[in-house]
């Protein structure tokens, strides 16, 4: 009956105890949220709280349980759909399973409308250190992160660093045991400035800097920059090209990539993989090597330098 029309889905996701299954019971629970409509509510882990249907709201909502990531594809998902006549889908993730996996399961019409992270305040840092590829996951399309009974002196602008190395959009919320949220009032600022006749791109700036200028290209237009990076040569450059750049730690060991500019201009003799400080202007052109229009440094001086002390440019 509604395989073809648009289903709305809220995605629920975050690590064991961190607050996802109270968080819906509690939704659920609301009669301005649970209003009746034909709800498939999936679970996708076993915690410690248990789901208490009796105390919803209103009726109409099917409990289903994924119990293996094999279970989340289309045609599954959409039986259980069917089965639930479900107009709109709640979903428990668990936290140790990968979220492309499940957005690669979605059927075309589920649609998902918030994606909420949940995180337990006080074990945080802990499976950000050990576990970064799992939390990066989680945090880089969440919509808002959620920091439960955050500790008094936990270092929120450290979190709020974090958060924004994954996710230049989430909100984040502290909440708290009794009731009070509070949200984070960080003002996200360049740790350059962009007005200043020559921008210099700090060593441990890289990193943003990249991706700033990935996201917002034509703000750096005609601006002149200062910064450390490697040569890149190829054979099938012009003369007077080279690529610029460093390499970038996204999430985590695993995932590290050489981000690169095209420079033109180049009137000194350089070989590959020289760490040099550049000036160059930005102008934003049609390169071959983008296949678009895209930053290009126009070479106006350079100096051989020492790699940075952290050769891996990072978020924070």
């Given amino acids: 009956m509604y395989r073809n029309s648009q289903i709305n889905v809220f995605l629920f996701t975050g690590f064991l105890e961190a607050g996802k299954t109270s968080f819906i019971q509690q ?3 609301n009669i301005n949220f649970c209003t009746g409509e034909p709800t498939l509510l999936l679970v996708c882990e076993e915690g410690i709280e248990d789901y208490n249907p009796e105390r919803f709201a209103n009726g109409g909502v099917t409990l289903r349980k994924i119990t293996k990531p094999e279970e989340l594809n289309r045609a599954h998902l959409l039986v259980l759909q069917e089965e639930a006549n479900a107009t709109r889908i709640l979903i428990e993730y668990n936290g140790m399973w990968m979220l492309e996996d ?20 006080k074990t945080f840092f802990t499976y950000n250190t050990n ?8 945090l880089k399309g969440c919509t808002v992160a959620v920091f439960n009974d955050p500790p008094g002196d936990m270092d929120r602008v450290l979190v709020h660093k974090i958060v924004r190395g994954a996710s230049r959009r989430a909100d984040i919320a502290y909440q708290y045991y009794d009731g009070r949220v509070e949200y984070d009032q960080t003002v996200d600022t360049e740790p350059f400035d962009l007005f200043a006749p020559v921008v210099n791109i700090g060593e441990d700036d890289f990193a943003i800097w990249s991706r700033d200028i990935t996201d917002e290209p034509e703000k750096y237009n005609g601006k002149t920059l200062k910064l450390k990076g490697r040569t890149v040569l190829r054979e099938d450059m012009a003369a007077g090209e080279m690529g610029f750049g460093r390499y970038v730690m996204v ?5 590290i990539q050489f981000v690169g500019f095209m420079c033109e201009g ?9 760490w040099l400080e550049l000036t160059g202007t930005i102008r934003m052109k049609y ?10 440094f126009q070479f106006e001086s350079a100096q051989r330098c020492s790699a940075p002390e952290q050769t891996v440019a990072t978020f924070y």
């Avoid at 999430?251 to 995932?255: A, F, G, H, Q, V």
């Avoid at 180049?266 to 020289?274: A, F, H, L, Q």
């Fill in 266 to 274: 180049v009137n000194i003799d350089v070989s590959s993989n020289e």
């Fill in 131 to 138: 576990m970064r590829q799992l939390m990066y996951d989680k």
């Fill in 102 to 121: 499940l957005y690669k399961a979605l059927p075309d019409n589920w649609t998902v409308l918030r994606e909420m992270l949940f995180i337990d305040g």
């Fill in 287 to 296: 390169h071959k090597v983008y296949g678009k229009r895209g930053p290009v």
């Fill in 251 to 255: 999430c985590c060991e695993n995932d």
């Fill in 27 to 29: 939704s659920l629970e």
